[in-house]
């Protein structure tokens, strides 16, 4: 399979052995499709085209702009086998998962294409009338990661179009070809230009934040990458949203029913092998309950089924690529010196890049699998005694993505979660987003929001138009 970049409504890039990049199946370690090398050229190809369709599309009614973004939500719900079949393939993720994903993506369309950019009248009395409008910003580069081939695409095609602007958007290099497919089925609609998808080897990105005719940079990926961006994108004064990293902390209060709070636990760390920006990341576990915890976490990792995602039965696949999988490695082994793991392990024989869930007790702060973002399926389940410290305990880490709280009183829950340096904070639940709540990220986690009304806002700028009567 070769799967083809999309630039200038163009299907474009040739299938020779130089110009093309394989893509690897993380279950077999075999490439099952090839997709184009990208190049600075093709960059300068895609920019050039959402520039030229800037103004029309811009121009077109809102109802016609949401219209067509119902329209993806459609190609969604009708190609969904199709897109889940191949995501799995180059993502890992167990089918379910996948078509999970694509049902995800596709509320998420539905419920953009309820959005508009909202003006305001600021004042009109007998002197003057000044209005605020919400005017798109241009061409919007999306660069995007691995972990969430179209839902997180999504995220920012979405929106941006919505309010007017055109993009060019960078999947993943190990994740390009379900995100390529699922545009080629939505390029009868789309008008040229309008939406452009340059693949490359992770080379392009440098190329997208510093060209001049890019006027917003909305990327989702390490903080490490999230900083180079938004030094590059200083040259030009782009606008910049960054949804980074997290280490996001469960607290766990000594009065909870442990078994029922181990399930919600384990499926807010594993979901995705663990690889999701706000999945639980460290659980903080009060004396009281700490040992039965661990045990029924145990338990439940123990009963995990790791494998090929395609096959039925599948609940954790393989690790996306194979430095992350030489990350995780790395982390098992410090989590092993550092503390006594409970359940799962690396898998060293065969082929795919496979980790048994990892639960890890009698770690402490300090840690490297405490303080850095795993990424992955290894669990870290530190002690605590005085409920009164333990935000404080929670709050010294450079991310502030996501946190949970864990009582059966949700008031105890909700004093805690009000001292939590985090964009998100849940009580007695996690990973609960949706597309009309918005989200963002405190501290290292990112600048700016995505989703709902106040994500919108991102992809337009203000201007007043004030009239002296
Ligand atoms: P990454 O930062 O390595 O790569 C992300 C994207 O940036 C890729 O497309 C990559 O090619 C591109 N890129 C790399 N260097 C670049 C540069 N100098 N300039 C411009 N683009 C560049 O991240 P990853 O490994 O793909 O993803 C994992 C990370 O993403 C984790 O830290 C995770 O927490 C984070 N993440 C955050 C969210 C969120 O919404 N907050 C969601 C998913 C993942």
Not at 380 to 402: F, H, Q, R, T
Request: proline share 5%.
């Amino acid at each position: 399979m070769f799967q083809k970049m999309l630039i200038g409504g163009e299907l474009v890039g040739k299938d020779k052995k130089k110009s093309r990049i394989k893509v690897i199946n993380p279950a077999t370690e075999k490439s099952f499709a090839a997709v184009p090398k990208g190049t600075k050229k093709d960059i300068n190809k895609a920019v050039k085209a959402a520039k030229k369709a800037f103004p029309s599309w811009a121009a077109t009614p809102i109802a016609k702009r949401q219209d067509i973004v119902n329209k993806m939500a459609d190609v969604l719900a009708d190609n969904a086998d199709v897109l889940g079949r191949l995501m799995t393939k180059e993502q890992g993720k167990p089918m379910p998962e996948a078509l999970g994903e694509i049902a995800w993506s596709e509320g998420y369309l539905r419920h953009y294409a309820t959005l508009k950019p909202k003006g305001r009248t600021i004042q009109n009395d007998a002197d003057f009338k000044i209005e605020l409008r919400r005017v798109p910003l241009g061409v919007v580069a999306g660069i995007c990661p691995w972990n969430f081939p179209i839902l997180v695409p999504i995220w920012k095609i979405g929106p941006a179009l919505v309010a007017g602007n055109t993009i060019v958007l960078k999947p993943a290099p190990t994740t390009p070809v379900t995100i390529l497919k699922f545009f080629e089925l939505c390029n009868k609609f789309v008008p040229a230009g309008v939406i452009n998808i340059v693949t490359d080897e992770n080379d392009l990105g440098p190329i997208l934040t510093n060209h001049k005719d890019v006027a917003k940079v909305s990327f989702t990926g390490s903080c490490d990458t999230g900083k180079k961006i938004m030094a590059s994108s200083a040259g030009t004064l782009k606008r910049v949203t960054l949804e980074l990293g997290g280490n996001d902390a469960a607290i766990i209060l000594p009065d909870v029913d442990v078994k029922a709070t181990a399930a919600q636990i384990y499926g807010g760390a594993f979901l995705n092998a663990g690889q999701v920006c706000l999945a639980i990341k460290r659980v903080y576990a009060h004396e009281k309950i700490y040992d039965e915890l661990c045990d029924e976490l145990a338990n439940i990792a123990n009963g995990a089924v790791v494998g090929n995602g395609a096959h039925q039965g599948t609940t954790i696949g393989p690790i996306q690529n194979k430095a992350q999988y030489k990350k995780i490695k790395k982390f098992a082994k410090s989590a092993r010196k550092d503390g006594k793991i409970l359940s799962g392990g690396v898998a060293e024989k065969g082929k795919g890049y496979f980790v048994n869930p990892i639960i890890v007790r009698d770690v402490k702060d300090g840690d490297k699998i405490v303080d850095q973002e795993q990424f992955g399926p290894i669990l870290p389940i530190i002690k605590y005694s005085d409920v009164n410290k333990i935000s404080k305990k929670a709050n010294k880490s450079e991310y502030g993505l996501g946190a949970s709280v864990w009582s059966k009183s949700v008031a105890k829950a909700t004093k805690v979660a009000n001292t939590l340096e985090a964009g998100t904070v849940w009580v007695n639940q996690a990973l609960n987003i949706g597309p009309h709540i918005p989200m963002a990220g405190f501290k290292g986690s990112g600048i700016g929001v995505e989703q709902s009304d106040e994500g919108l806002d991102e992809y337009s700028q203000v201007q007043v138009i004030n009239i002296a009567k």
